[in-house]
């Protein structure tokens, strides 16, 4: 079992930015790829960023390569998401999800590829 516990979120401007963390215990956090999605109402979550196990890849999704940056601290459990000009479009809950590295070797962008999530924190993006 992981459990994961994100932080962060809250209400900011447009242009703003936020510093999401996401803190695991449990399993060995450095066994998991860590992924942040998002989920804003009436609409599916929808994948946002990625990390290997080890820090060495990201990926991100399109609407937030340049602004967001995802990294981790194995030695923190812990796995951020630096979020820069914001924008309303940003507004969402924010997920943190960890899938084991000797299951996931390709892609990282599908949710049902996640064994355990976070319960969410709210970002919200005024104009």
């Given at each position: 079992q992981v459990q994961l516990?994100?932080?962060?979120?809250?209400?900011v401007q447009a242009g703003g930015s936020l510093r999401l963390s996401c803190a695991a215990s449990g399993r060995t956090f450095s066994n998991n790829h860590m992924g942040w999605f998002r989920q804003?109402?009436?609409?599916?979550?929808?994948?946002?960023?990625a990390i290997t196990w080890s820090g060495g890849s990201t990926v991100y999704a399109d609407s937030v390569k340049g602004r967001f940056t995802i990294s981790r601290d194995n030695a923190k459990s812990t796995v951020y998401l630096q979020m820069n000009s914001l924008s309303p479009e940003d507004t969402a809950v924010y997920y943190c999800a960890a899938a084991n590295r000797f299951k996931v070797t390709t892609t990282l962008r599908i949710p049902t590829l996640y064994d355990y999530?976070?319960?969410g924190t709210q970002v919200t993006v005024s104009s």
């Open positions: 516990v994100e932080s962060g979120g809250g209400l804003a109402p009436a609409k599916e979550r929808e994948f946002v960023a999530w976070g319960q």
